[in-house]
């Protein structure tokens, strides 16, 4: 039997089509459900204290037991996602956090409201790594901005839609209902999307070439690419280095490396600033607003305001970043970023407060969609979920410790200092990215490794990514 395979080159050269456009949808709605079910905590445990159903410091424990299923569940996608495959972990962690938000809505006590949340923070922080993984596989290079983009949009509108229906539904129905409505759409996705094909990548990578052909194929007809445009390549050519192909499994330990390395230390690095600077923007506005002596009903105003900007900036990558490239794009909304951020503090005029804290808003949630959606492409393959589940699950990590630091600097050094901080670790950040030399705009995922020395880096993961 002849097949053409060669997945990586024709993903990249194939057209967008209607594959393409279902495919970034099933994906988005993926990353809109953990988005709800993520941040629905925040209205539900204000709502919780009144009734006695628990405390202040019931419900400090279940945003740091939430914050640890985060950080396992992205290790645990990677580990999974390369060992049995994209599609199976894709679909496996929805489920499970549609399953486990139904079983949260029946909690009979704070107590295993807890350790549930804690098994579906797993999935949830499986689903982010997986999400920003399977648009690298599956969506041309050419236009992978504007889909990571999508793929953040959606995630900002489950944001906003979690606050919106908080205020509707808890009223009504109680906190169970915002579990409930998080759990049946999570279900409804997942059996939407249950025919999702596996990554043509991961299948050649495993040396299942007629699988992964059967997958191009259906792409390309879907794309009206005729399998005529594509010169073929007999499986016997391939055979040949199959052996190599199905090599062993490559270790963890190739992270670190020394050809790798550098890109290791590049994704943590984004990854950190971009997980950090999000959580500071969302999280602590309406108390710094509140510190600074508004009353909680014009905080929470304002802040309503300014997070508008958590949609408007990836709909804003959705356009620019193609065409700007995603390194450049990426040094471009880490200056903003900066810029916007040193100068927030001395703002004073409602307006200004409000216009300023949009653009940061919209600058920091561009930079995160990037950002997290970038990491993905700076490993090969064999270890790429790993890779981004490993600098995720630092992240995450870092996030388990950021509301003592944040407390630390507001109480030394005021909001200045807080905003100040955020700013010069954009600059950083952006620096070290824009002399790093790595442009994944230009850069195809089959030729991401080598940076240097190849010794240390197993054979297979040279020759196919």
């Not at 024709?10 to 994906?27: E, I």
């Not at 504007?146 to 009504?172: K, T």
């Not at 040949?240 to 192909?245: L, S, V």
């Not at 409000?354 to 959606?373: E, H, K, M, Y």
Request: aromatic content about 12%; glycine content about 10%.
């Amino acid at each position: 039997m002849n097949t053409h395979v060669n997945a990586g080159q024709r993903l990249d050269n194939m057209p967008v089509g209607k594959f393409h456009r279902r495919f970034a949808l099933l994906v988005s709605l993926g990353m809109f459900c953990d988005s709800f079910d993520n941040t629905l905590s925040a209205s539900v445990l204000a709502s919780m204290l009144p009734t006695g159903f628990s405390t202040l410091e019931l419900n400090s424990l279940f945003l740091s037991v939430t914050f640890a299923g985060l950080a396992i569940g992205a290790s645990f996608a990677g580990w999974l996602s390369d060992r049995f495959g994209r599609s199976f972990a894709f679909q496996l962690n929805l489920a499970i956090v549609g399953v486990l938000a139904l079983c949260c809505a029946m909690a009979p006590s704070m107590e295993v409201l807890i350790a549930l949340r804690g098994v579906m923070g797993v999935a949830m922080g499986a689903e982010y790594v997986i999400c920003y993984g399977m648009i690298t596989e599956f969506i041309p290079r050419g236009r992978r901005g504007r889909y990571l983009g999508l793929l953040g949009l959606f995630g900002g509108l489950g944001v906003s839609l979690s606050s919106l229906l908080g205020w509707v539904v808890i009223p009504a129905f109680s906190w169970r209902g915002m579990f409930v409505i998080g759990g049946v759409s999570a279900l409804i996705v997942w059996w939407v999307r249950r025919g999702m094909p596996e990554s043509p990548r991961w299948l050649e990578s495993r040396g299942r070439y007629e699988e992964a052909e059967a997958v191009i194929q259906r792409m390309e007809r879907e794309s009206g690419v005729s399998s005529r445009q594509v010169s073929p390549t007999p499986v016997a050519h391939q055979a040949a280095g199959a052996a190599d192909e199905k090599a062993e499994w490559v270790p963890i330990t190739v992270l670190f490396s020394r050809p790798v390395i550098r890109r290791t230390l590049m994704a943590l690095v984004l990854t950190v600033t971009s997980l950090f600077g999000s959580y500071l923007v969302t999280g602590w506005m309406p108390t710094f607003f509140v510190e600074q002596g508004m009353t909680v009903s014009k905080s929470l105003g304002f802040n309503a305001a300014i997070m508008s900007g958590f949609v408007a900036g990836p709909l804003l990558c959705m356009f620019v970043v193609d065409r700007l490239g995603r390194r450049n794009s990426l040094v471009m909304f880490g200056t903003l970023s900066a810029l916007f951020g040193s100068i927030y503090p001395f703002m004073r005029e409602p307006a200004l407060v409000i216009a300023v804290g949009f653009i940061l808003v919209a600058t920091v949630s561009s930079f995160l969609t990037l950002g997290l959606g970038t990491v993905p492409e700076f490993f090969p393959t064999a270890f790429r979920f790993r890779g981004g589940g490993f600098a995720q699950t630092v992240g995450r990590i870092g996030l388990i410790f950021s509301p003592f630091i944040v407390l630390w600097l507001f109480s030394s050094y005021g909001l200045l200092g807080v905003i100040l901080t955020l700013a010069g670790m954009y600059v950083a950040v952006t620096l070290f990215y824009a002399v790093a030399g790595v442009d994944t705009s230009r850069e195809t995922l089959e030729q991401i490794v080598p940076d240097g020395d190849t010794d240390d880096v197993p054979e297979r993961t040279q020759s196919h990514a």
